[in-house]
């Protein structure tokens, strides 16, 4: 996939949302704070995750490794993760 044009927080944001929704179609997001573990809060098990991590890619044209995996524990680590991720030169 072609990367993404930057992302600013808000979008970043968005994409991370529906992507989650795309998962966990009754993901309650009124429980989850920017700085809360999103995976601990929405019951998201490992294949969720894996899945999570595939579609925020797809979606994004961002490359995200195993080593990324830490940088996508709460939403506002995540957001700041794609904002920085679409922000550099291909």
Avoid: C
């Avoid at 600013?8 to 949302?17: K, M």
């Avoid at 009754?26 to 999103?38: I, S």
């Avoid at 019951?43 to 894996?50: Q, V």
């Avoid at 940088?71 to 922000?87: C, H, M, Q, S």
């Amino acid at each position: 996939m072609n990367r993404m044009s930057p992302l600013n927080t808000s979008d970043a944001t968005a994409v991370i949302r529906e992507s989650i929704a795309q998962i966990v179609p009754d993901a309650d997001f009124t429980r989850v704070e920017p700085d809360d573990k999103f995976r601990d809060v929405l019951e998201l098990d490992s294949l969720d995750f894996l899945t999570l991590v595939e579609l925020l890619s797809e979606r994004t044209g961002v490359r995200i490794g195993e080593e990324d995996y830490p940088e996508l524990t709460t939403l506002a680590d995540a957001a700041r993760f794609l904002v920085d991720r679409t922000a550099m030169d291909p």
